[in-house]
């Protein structure tokens, strides 16, 4: 009939319109990441479409490890691994300092799946170290943590789903120290109004705009001294946790 063409019609032109006015705003702003075709870039803006790119660099270690590279991250990329049916691992990598990544890990010789990698590599050039010179002037010379791979299900339950741990696309960071020698601990700051508890907040907003999950003390007590950060593929429209 005449007017459902018509109204199929306007729905055609609507999406047109709202699409010609993403590529512009996106284009405008110098974000092409905003966008959700655009090649991800480690060394773009981060972007609405960040995050879900990121993730599904899980799909493909060949193009995780050419973005690293392309980036200047300096890695080694570690042999597959496999413990029984659920853990283990196929693109896991082992951060390394210098290039441009200058920052550390404690304990060192961190491996994390390449997702986890690129993700880390963002979240301090677009938002840890800036968010250190705010706060403290000096920049992070260190991310403390409590591992990433670990054949485990959530809570260490026996029956619950696994964890992103156990195939290494997550990592628990404890804390931050800074080139001036302060420490700035999840537990033990994250509560409060001065420039520590303000820190936190700010990397912990930061990272729900490129890991899948994000999750703080605020979200229960068993992360009451850790940020859970991880990349869940949930694909690129899928959803994203901010707690």
Not at 137 to 142: F, I, L, R, S, Y
């Amino acid at each position: 009939m005449r007017w459902v063409r018509r109204i199929a019609g306007w729905i055609v032109g609507l999406g047109v319109a709202a699409t010609l006015a993403l590529v512009a705003w996106a284009l405008l702003r110098g974000r092409p990441q905003d966008l959700p075709w655009t090649p991800l870039d480690l060394g773009q803006p981060v972007g609405l479409f960040t995050g879900a790119k990121l993730a599904g660099l899980g799909d493909d270690f060949a193009q995780c490890q050419a973005l690293l590279t392309r980036a200047g991250v300096n890695y080694i990329a570690l042999p597959p691994r496999r413990d029984g049916a659920q853990c283990g691992y196929e693109d896991g990598v082992r951060l390394a300092t210098g290039g441009a990544r200058r920052i550390g890990f404690a304990p060192r010789d961190l491996g994390v799946a390449c997702p986890v990698a690129a993700a880390l590599a963002m979240w301090e050039w677009n938002v840890v170290q800036p968010a250190a010179q705010r706060h403290f002037g000096a920049p992070v010379t260190a991310i403390e943590h409590f591992g990433s791979y670990n054949c485990r299900r959530i809570a260490g339950r026996d029956s619950s789903t696994w964890s992103q741990h156990a195939t290494a696309d997550a990592i628990d960071v404890a804390g931050f120290r800074l080139a001036d020698g302060t420490r700035v601990r999840v537990l033990g700051d994250w509560q409060g109004e001065d420039a520590k508890a303000a820190f936190l907040r700010e990397v912990h907003d930061g990272a729900c705009k490129l890991f899948a999950t994000t999750l703080s003390p605020d979200y229960n007590a068993a992360h009451a001294d850790h940020l859970h950060l991880d990349q869940a593929n949930r694909g690129m429209m899928g959803w994203r946790a901010c707690r």
